[in-house]
T-cell receptor, first 111, second 113 residues
Framework: GESVGLHLPTLSVQEGDNSIINCAYSNSASDYFIWYKQESGKGPQFIID?????DKRQGQRVTVLLNKTVKHLSLQIAATQPGDSAVYFC??????????FGTGTSLTVIP | DTAVSQTPKYLVTQMGNDKSIKCEQN?????MYWYKQDSKKFLKIMFSYNNKELIINETVPNRFSPKSPDKAHLNLHINSLELGDSAVYFC????????????FGNGTRLTVT
């Protein structure tokens, strides 16, 4: 399943499928980007990050893709599990070490 | 445990009161932040602070003030609370290196009645 980030704040996927969460960022000068996962009642947790001099970075079951031309960031989650259900945020670092967050996408994994 | 910790977890108070939320990090980080999360889950930066510089988001009312007694603490004071201040407030910290992410506390849910 795939979200369109700011315009589609919810995403439902079947367990075992791959998920793609999208984010459009605002500042072409932003040089560092982070994906966070927020579960109910908790603070945002770091998932993966990427610097602007990279196009792709992989972690365990997660991949972040950065397209600077269109200012777009995506998070791919492989073999989505029920424990992946949460709200996902992208964040960009602007000048002065200020981090700005996207609207967030709520991911629901259907068993 | 190494962490960013906030107290209290829940805060219920009446309009017009003054309240404080405390934040401590034992991660040895240089910079601390306060964020406000509204009912639609939008995370908005309020302040960032290190021992050299306080940056205030221009949309934050001056009723809100951060106070840092030392590098490991950044408390949030709120004067004359209003209904619209109801939200979840998150403290975060990070190292001062370029590719260092934010580490968040678990939030303080403030309800103003």
């Amino acid at each position: 399943g795939e979200s369109v980030g700011l315009h589609l704040p919810t995403l439902s996927v079947q367990e075992g499928d791959n998920s793609i969460i999208n984010c459009a960022y605002s500042n072409s000068a932003s040089d560092y980007f982070i994906w966070y996962k927020q579960e109910s009642g908790k603070g945002p947790q770091f998932i993966i990050d990427i610097r602007s001099n990279m196009d792709k970075r992989q972690g365990q079951r997660v991949t972040v893709l950065l397209n600077k031309t269109v200012k777009h960031l995506s998070l791919q989650i492989a073999a989505t599990q029920p424990g992946d259900s949460a709200v996902y945020f992208c964040a960009e670092r602007k000048t002065g070490n200020q981090f700005y967050f996207g609207t967030g996408t709520s991911l629901t994994v259907i068993p | 445990d190494t962490a960013v910790s906030q107290t209290p977890k829940y805060l219920v108070t009446q309009m017009g009161n003054d309240k404080s939320i405390k934040c401590e990090q034992n991660l040895g980080h240089d910079t601390m932040y306060w964020y406000k999360q509204d009912s639609k889950k939008f995370l908005k930066i309020m302040f960032s602070y290190n021992n050299k510089e306080l940056i205030i988001n221009e949309t934050v009312p001056n009723r809100f003030s951060p106070k840092s007694p030392d590098k490991a603490h950044l408390n949030l004071h709120i004067n004359s609370l209003e209904l619209g201040d109801s939200a979840v407030y998150f403290c975060a910290s990070r190292l001062g290196t370029p590719s260092s992410p934010l580490h968040f506390g678990n939030g303080t849910r403030l309800t103003v009645t």
